[in-house]
């Protein structure tokens, strides 16, 4: 069964500074993708970052980069220089290959960014 | 500009009436969709996978009798709620895949708060 972890329910960081959001996911498919979504209190879903599994660079999107370790099975989030606009829910999720293209989602994370 | 729009943002209804729900991709077409269900400070639960032309696939414990989903175009698919009640209020989202090349994003409606009175 595909499984998307992210254990971190609550993350604080200085503002200019950089985070990281740990997302481990687990799957028996050899072909999968991986997302991040920002949710803020709107509750509209912002794509973030892309990542293919046989992509071999770590995906990036302006401040947004994804750690991805394949053999550990983990994409962590990289926000840098964070900003007080960044302070939301973010999400974790999964599209497995057995699963066609259903999307799973982890617990989420929520950011605080201090000024 | 959103490339995916859902329809309404937010409902009110009595129980027992049966609520419609839309969404659209705007700029691609969508074989699949998604749709989810989220309780207030929880993750999205996939409720079932919107097939063009073919028979939605539910995830276990949802009612597809319940929650009826149509998705007669490449653009459009439908989430009915029937018969709702208030256990049935929440907050329903879309989503649509777009694939290029290897390239993938799931793109997501704004989201339907339903209250069921």
């Known amino acids: 069964a595909q499984k998307i972890t992210q254990t971190q329910p609550g993350m604080f960081v200085q503002e200019k500074e950089a985070v990281t959001l740990d997302c481990t996911y687990d799957?028996?498919?050899?072909?999968?993708?991986l997302f991040w979504y920002k949710q803020p209190s709107s509750g509209e879903m912002i794509f973030l970052i892309y990542?293919?599994?046989?992509?071999?660079q770590n995906a990036t999107e302006g401040r947004y980069s994804l750690n991805f370790q394949k053999a550990r099975k983990s994409a962590n989030l990289v926000i840098s220089a964070s900003q007080l606009g960044d302070s939301a829910m973010y999400f974790c999720?999964?599209?497995?290959?057995?699963?066609?293209?259903?999307?799973?989602f982890g617990a989420g994370t929520r950011l605080f960014v201090k000024a | 500009g959103a490339v995916v729009s859902q329809h309404p943002s937010r409902v009110i209804c009595k129980s027992g009436t049966s609520v419609k729900i839309e969404c659209r991709s705007l700029?691609?077409?969508?074989?699949?969709m998604f749709w989810y269900r989220q309780f207030p400070k929880q993750s999205l639960m996939l409720m079932a996978t919107?097939?063009?032309?073919?028979?939605?696939?539910?995830e276990q414990g949802v009612e597809k009798d319940k929650f009826l989903i149509n998705h007669a175009s490449l653009t459009l698919s439908t989430l009915t709620v029937t018969s709702a009640h208030p256990e049935d209020s929440s907050f329903y989202i879309c989503?649509?895949?777009?694939?290029?090349?290897?390239?993938?994003?799931?793109?997501f409606g704004s989201g339907t708060q339903l209250s069921v009175l």
């Open positions: 989503s649509a895949l777009r694939t290029t090349g290897r390239n993938e994003k799931l793109f």
């Open positions: 799957t028996s498919d050899q072909s999968y993708g």
């Open positions: 990542q293919g599994s046989y992509d071999e």
């Open positions: 999720a999964m599209r497995g290959g057995t699963g066609g293209f259903k999307t799973i």
């Open positions: 700029d691609f077409q969508a074989t699949t």
């Open positions: 919107s097939n063009e032309g073919s028979k939605a696939t539910y």
